[in-house]
Nanobody, 126 residues
């Protein structure tokens, strides 16, 4: 059974940093792309970053370029989202997602993913 567990969210002041973790199990982690999405109240879920073992970072939202980085530890079946220089507009529930059928043209599309973690709340105060 594919399982993803996101953690690491919290309350931080603007300009601060957080590192989110997505622990995966139940599938061949090395072979799958893992993406981070976020959803703010009243807004659609949007892609933030996506990484695969073969291609590296395959998607990077313009709004987080230069501030967020993604990395994966295949030995620990975990993907990390390091968020620096956080802004109030980064406030959202952050989700990690995966799917075996993901192709490069669909990595930023939420409905392309069949497996989701439970989400972790990130709140950035001004």
């Amino acid at each position: 059974e594919v399982q993803l567990q996101a953690s690491g969210g919290g309350l931080v002041q603007a300009g601060g940093s957080l590192r989110l973790s997505c622990a995966a199990s139940g599938f061949e982690f090395d072979d799958y792309s893992i993406a981070w999405f976020r959803q703010a109240p009243g807004k659609e879920r949007e892609g933030v970053l996506c990484t695969s073992s073969r291609e590296g970072v395959t998607f990077y939202a313009d709004s987080v370029k230069g501030r967020f980085t993604i990395s994966r530890d295949n030995a620990k079946n975990t993907v990390y989202l390091l968020m620096n220089s956080l802004r109030p507009e980064d406030t959202a529930v952050y989700y990690c997602a995966t799917d075996p059928s993901i192709i490069l043209s669909s990595v930023r599309v939420a409905r392309s993913y069949g497996y989701w973690g439970q989400g972790t709340q990130v709140t950035v105060s001004s």
